[in-house]
């Protein structure tokens, strides 16, 4: 069974910063793909940012430049480096993780709030 958990979530006036941090634990094979997605309310959830195994990321347009996603291999563990933050960025963030293996369902966390005030 795979687990994460996320944490750094919290209120923050616009222009500021947080990080997000996502623990996996379990059956984690070594080639796997975490990343962050974000729902606001009404919206659908999107992708925010992924980064590989070897370390090669991806952004959303929206987030280009004011975000970073990094990961810690051997502490199986992916951040989120959230800068300039806007009151467009308000939304429940959510860890996802996908395990380049047949068979292999994603996982996602259970979720953590990042409010951004004007």
């Known amino acids: 069974q795979v687990q994460l958990v996320e944490s750094g979530g919290g209120l923050v006036r616009a222009g500021g910063s947080l990080r997000l941090s996502c623990a996996a634990s379990?059956?984690?094979?070594?080639?796997?793909?975490m990343a962050w997605y974000r729902q606001a309310p009404g919206k659908l959830r999107e992708l925010v940012a992924a980064?590989?195994?070897?370390?090669?990321?991806n952004y959303a347009d929206s987030v280009k430049g004011r975000f970073t996603i990094s990961r810690n291999n051997t502490k199986n563990t992916a951040y989120l480096q959230m800068n300039s933050l806007k009151p467009e960025d308000t939304a429940v963030y959510y860890c996802?993780?996908?395990?380049?293996?047949?068979?292999?369902?994603?996982?996602w966390g259970q979720g953590t709030q990042v409010t951004v005030s004007s």
């Open positions: 996802n993780l996908v395990i380049f293996l047949p068979g292999r369902p994603d996982y």
């Open positions: 379990g059956s984690i094979f070594n080639v796997n793909t």
């Open positions: 980064v590989g195994s070897g370390g090669d990321t």
